[in-house]
């Protein structure tokens, strides 16, 4: 029971107040309490350590403030007493729907205040009055029961859509710091349910970063401003919320407004958002990087759908073709291509309507009559049509361009190899030479005895005249095989036999070998196909591997001097190797082949190191082994030639 300011000549008066079975209470003009009966204090809780100032409004339902604030309003400008029905929060938490009466009262001050008295009506929540059987209710008790159960209903459905939706609810009056605050409100900013519902409860949870933001929403909030921002708690457990906060004034209490609105937990909207964001950015900067690097390697990309026709090329494809985003891309690009390499094209695009994956090379003439070397690959996406391609085409023109400028220097250098092995060859050239000049010189000495002679033996002479041709057509044969050898001619890429190939080497060496007493024995299959290459560098490569095995025996082969080549066919290559019996290949085995490596005081140290370019622009391979006995076998693989 609260007694507030109340004069003595009242107490009579309060005795019969307290028996009224209504709830009574009477407040000033600032709607602070001075009298309170015992059935207020019995239904609402509210007893004198409760109520402090104007929080005894806070029992009154939000939706029902309005009601109680224009009643208080008339009685205070004498307007006479108001009837009303309002809900009111008895000491359960349970809201109950009372009948009211608003009029004036003029306070043993003089001031004009006014009173509240609430009479019984049918619970909101729940009625612990009901009678015991639902069988002696009146028609309009068990209406009244069907009404309870349904706000019942509704209630929990409120509950759970709160709860679900993480919004919870509010009244507040700013000006005054009295709010009230629904469950889910508590729970959202995790604050104690048995604390007062006070703004500083929220500002000790409100972001640092954010707090000049909330308490200039809530200074606008006191000033009459509807409120609808978003920023960010911090839990006593440490995680971070983001919170939308909206709040629209519903009335106006003496000039204070009193506002209704909602909290809600966005955090997990928010941070998805912030993930997609993200996400959102690492995409435009890797599209933006992905441009770049078309740029860089001039190399563009399509999505190419063959039942519609319909392509999508990106800004490099355009750039390659020198086609316009407005123009028709495929047809345009089609007029460009070199009447040569039509033919293959047409071959390509076949193949992507009949659903296979292709890749190929041709040539655009560009509309300023320059030449394009374009490469494009397209591969078959498994969509549910089966007819989008997804693409790349490259302009490899300065690649092209550095690789002829390449052949050309692979080209001279491998001449100077070439030179270089003429003095080594020197003496076998000279052997080769000198012996069918010398034949040529007796026969024909010979030939002149016979012819001077008193009897002139003709058909001796005859003969002696054949065989000088015959060592005269030797000797061209050398040189020829030499001129060809060693004479700078331009790359020609034909169909080579490398078994003829190697004879024609093994016979220029056949001095060389003779000379170091080591024995060439050449095992030729004579059913390997033709490869691809250029006649004289793949001459020079056996060259090049028969004078090293050479060297390798006569610097240490002991008493079994052999050198075996041997030539074979398999998976599409055809392999010449050359074994010897020599010293091995010693330490630095994985140098053999570096440009300038050499164990010889004498060489230059280019030979295998050439012969590794040549094989390997003909898109074979050259390696080196140890023998399980003794020497070292070298060999290459040259893929067969096509038509």
């Given at each position: 029971?609260v007694?507030h300011?109340?004069?003595r000549?009242?107490?009579d008066y309060l005795?019969l107040?307290?028996t009224?079975?209504?709830?009574?209470?009477?407040?000033d003009?600032?709607?602070?309490?001075?009298?309170?009966n015992?059935?207020?204090?019995?239904?609402?809780?509210?007893?004198?350590?409760?109520?402090?100032g104007?929080?005894?409004?806070?029992a009154?339902?939000?939706?029902?403030?309005?009601?109680i604030g224009?009643?208080?309003?008339?009685?205070?400008?004498?307007?006479?007493?108001?009837d009303l029905?309002a809900r009111l929060?008895a000491r359960?938490?349970?809201f109950?729907?009372?009948?009211?009466h608003?009029?004036?009262?003029?306070?043993?001050?003089?001031?004009?205040?006014?009173?509240l008295?609430g009479?019984h009506?049918?619970p909101f929540?729940a009625?612990?009055t009901?009678?015991?059987?639902?069988?002696n209710?009146s028609?309009?008790?068990?209406k009244?029961?069907?009404?309870l159960?349904e706000?019942?209903?509704?209630?929990?459905q409120?509950?759970e859509?709160?709860?679900?939706?993480s919004?919870?609810?509010?009244t507040?009056?700013?000006?005054?710091d009295e709010n009230?605050?629904?469950?889910?409100?508590?729970?959202?900013?995790e604050?104690?349910?048995?604390?007062?519902?006070t703004?500083d409860?929220?500002?000790e949870?409100?972001h640092?970063d954010d707090?000049a933001?909330?308490?200039s929403?809530?200074?606008?909030?006191?000033t009459?401003?509807n409120?609808?921002?978003?920023?960010?708690?911090?839990?006593?457990?440490?995680?971070?919320?983001?919170?939308?906060?909206?709040?629209?004034?519903?009335?106006?209490?003496?000039g204070r407004p009193?506002?209704?609105?909602?909290?809600?937990?966005?955090?997990?909207?928010?941070?998805?958002?912030?993930?997609l964001?993200?996400?959102e950015?690492?995409?435009r900067?890797a599209?933006y990087h992905?441009?770049?690097?078309q740029e860089?390697?001039?190399?563009?990309?399509?999505?190419?759908?063959?039942?519609?026709d319909?392509s999508?090329?990106?800004d490099?494809?355009y750039?390659?073709?020198?086609?316009?985003?407005?123009s028709?891309?495929?047809?345009?690009a089609?007029?460009?291509?070199h009447?040569?390499d039509?033919?293959s094209?047409?071959?390509?695009?076949s193949?992507?309507?009949?659903?296979?994956?292709f890749q190929?090379e041709?040539r655009?003439?560009m509309?300023?009559?320059?030449?394009?070397?374009?490469?494009?690959?397209?591969?078959?996406?498994?969509d549910?049509?089966?007819?989008?391609?997804?693409g790349?085409?490259?302009?490899i023109t300065e690649a092209r361009?550095q690789?002829e400028?390449?052949?050309?220097?692979?080209?001279?250098l491998a001449?100077?190899?070439r030179v270089s092995a003429l003095?080594t060859?020197?003496?076998?050239?000279?052997?080769?030479v000198?012996?069918p000049?010398?034949?040529?010189l007796?026969n024909?000495?010979?030939c002149?005895?016979m012819l001077s002679?008193d009897?002139p033996d003709?058909?001796?002479?005859?003969?002696?005249?054949?065989?000088s041709l015959?060592?005269?057509?030797?000797?061209?044969e050398?040189v020829?095989?030499?001129?060809?050898?060693?004479?700078r001619?331009?790359l020609t890429?034909?169909a080579?036999?490398?078994?003829?190939?190697?004879?024609?080497?093994?016979?220029?060496?056949?001095s060389e070998?003779?000379?170091?007493?080591v024995?060439?024995?050449l095992?030729?299959?004579?059913?390997?196909p033709?490869?691809r290459g250029?006649?004289?560098?793949?001459?020079?490569v056996?060259?090049?591997?028969?004078?090293n095995?050479?060297e390798?025996?006569?610097?240490?082969g002991?008493?079994?001097r052999?050198?075996?080549a041997?030539?074979?066919?398999?998976?599409?290559?055809?392999?010449?190797?050359?074994?010897?019996?020599g010293i091995g290949?010693?330490?630095d085995?994985?140098k053999?082949f570096?440009a300038f490596?050499?164990?010889?005081?004498n060489r230059?140290?280019?030979?295998?190191s050439?012969?590794r370019?040549?094989?390997e622009s003909?898109?074979?391979?050259i390696?080196?082994?140890?023998?399980?006995e003794?020497g070292?076998t070298?060999y290459f693989s040259?893929?067969?030639?096509?038509?």
């Open positions: 029971m007694h300011r109340v004069g000549s009242h107490i005795g107040i307290q009224i079975p209504s709830l009574i209470v009477v407040a003009r600032e709607d602070v309490i001075w009298f309170s015992r059935e207020w204090d019995v239904f609402t809780g509210l007893d004198a350590s409760t109520i402090d104007t929080s005894w409004i806070n009154i339902h939000p939706l029902d403030i309005h009601k224009n009643a208080r309003a008339r009685a205070l400008a004498g307007d006479g007493g108001t029905a929060q359960d938490g349970n109950r729907n009372l009948h009211f608003v009029a004036p009262f003029d306070l043993a001050s003089g001031d004009r205040g006014w009173y008295m009479m009506g049918c929540k009625a612990e009901e009678l015991d059987s639902k069988s209710m028609a309009s008790e068990t009244r029961h069907g009404e159960a706000l019942r209903r509704i209630t929990a409120f509950r859509g709160q709860r679900l939706s919004t919870g609810s509010f507040s009056d700013l000006q005054r009230r605050w629904s469950e889910e409100f508590y729970r959202i900013f604050i104690d349910a048995d604390a007062p519902p703004v409860r929220v500002r949870r409100v640092p707090l933001l909330f308490e929403e809530i200074e606008r909030g006191r009459g401003h409120g609808d921002f978003e920023f960010r708690v911090i839990t006593p457990k440490g995680g971070l919320r983001y919170i939308r906060g909206i709040a629209r004034m519903i009335y106006n209490l003496d009193i506002f209704m609105g909602i909290v809600q937990d966005v955090t997990e909207s928010r941070l998805s958002e912030m993930t964001r993200k996400r950015c690492e995409l900067q599209n992905l441009t770049i690097a860089l390697s001039k190399t563009g990309i399509f999505v190419w759908n063959l039942s519609s319909e999508r090329w990106s490099e494809m750039r390659i073709f020198d086609a316009t985003p407005s028709t891309p495929w047809a345009e089609l007029e460009l291509v009447p040569m039509r033919p094209v047409g071959s390509m695009i193949r992507a309507r009949s659903g296979e994956d190929g041709f655009l003439i509309r300023d009559g320059t030449t394009k070397n374009i490469k494009t690959v397209g591969r078959l996406l498994a549910e049509a089966g007819k989008t391609f997804v790349a085409v490259q302009d361009q690789e400028a390449l052949n050309r220097v692979r080209a001279d001449h100077v190899a003095g060859l020197s003496a076998s050239i000279a052997h080769e000198s012996q000049l010398a034949g040529i007796n024909a000495n010979a002149l005895r002679a009897s003709l058909e001796k002479a005859l003969e002696t005249v054949r065989r015959r060592d005269a057509t030797r000797a061209a050398v020829k095989r030499l001129r060809a050898l060693f004479m001619e331009a890429v034909e080579v036999d490398l078994n003829e190939a190697a004879r024609e080497v093994g016979a220029i060496l056949r070998f003779w000379r170091g007493l024995l060439l024995d095992r030729l299959d004579e059913t390997i033709k490869v250029d006649r004289i560098q793949l001459q020079q056996i060259l090049n591997l028969f004078l095995a050479l390798a025996v006569s610097s240490g002991g008493d079994d052999r050198v075996r041997e030539t074979k066919f398999n998976g599409g290559c055809v392999t010449l190797s050359v074994s010897d019996t290949l010693g330490p085995t994985e053999l570096d490596h050499t164990t010889k005081d230059m140290g280019i030979g295998l050439v012969s370019a040549i094989v003909l898109d074979g391979k390696g080196a082994k140890q023998n399980k003794r070292a070298f040259i893929p067969r030639y096509a038509n």
